[in-house]
């Protein structure tokens, strides 16, 4: 026998969907490189130590060097990148952003459709099976007592099987709502 799917859909949170935590990676690393443009304005300092021997002068030839790089040229492109990297930051935010509203309102459409097949379910579970099952006893009933004939039998149990296949087309219907709706909640 068929069953249903487990429902316990009231949290509707999605910080934990990893689609969001892919996009929220995505908008830091954007962050990231926008930090790395900015640093590449800003003076380097760099400092050396070395020590190597010179062919024919017995003691080591030993010394140290410091260095400043100050950025002189380039300041429209550093302009032009750095803009670059807060338009990219601000996209990643805002694909975020749409993501995390995709997300609501597909979860709000597959809930009410868990409903919509839950209300249903019950009525099939409450009042439509034990129609069938009422069918095809009386329907069974009838044609042993001689009262109907086989073709109007035959009408009786395709009318009952209906009820049941539909039922189980609910049931299905159900079940693939409430899987889509763990997916939205990453169950």
């Not at 990893?18 to 830091?28: C, F, V």
Request: overall charge neutral; aromatic content about 14%.
């Amino acid at each position: 026998m068929l069953t249903k799917v487990p429902d316990s859909f009231i949290d509707s949170t999605f910080q934990d969907h990893p689609l969001l935590q892919l996009q929220q990676q995505n908008t830091a690393i954007a962050g990231a490189e926008l930090n790395v443009t900015k640093q590449g304005r800003k003076p380097n300092f760099e400092g050396r130590f070395f020590s190597q021997r010179l062919y024919g002068v017995s003691p080591y030839y030993s010394g140290f060097s410091v260095s400043v790089g100050i950025p002189i040229f380039g300041r429209g492109s550093y302009r032009n990148s750095y803009r670059a990297g807060q338009i990219e930051q601000q996209y990643q935010q805002k694909v975020f952003e749409y993501q995390k509203l995709s997300l609501s309102a597909d979860y709000k459409q597959a809930y009410q459709q868990l409903q919509k097949n839950n209300d249903l379910l019950e009525y099939y579970q409450s009042t439509g099976l034990l129609q069938a099952e009422t069918i095809i006893k009386a329907a069974n009933l009838s044609y042993r007592a001689g009262e109907i004939s086989f073709a109007e039998l035959s009408q009786f149990l395709t009318q009952a099987i209906d009820i049941q296949r539909n039922y189980l087309d609910v049931l299905n219907e159900y079940n693939q709502s409430a899987i889509q709706l763990n997916y939205y909640l990453n169950r």
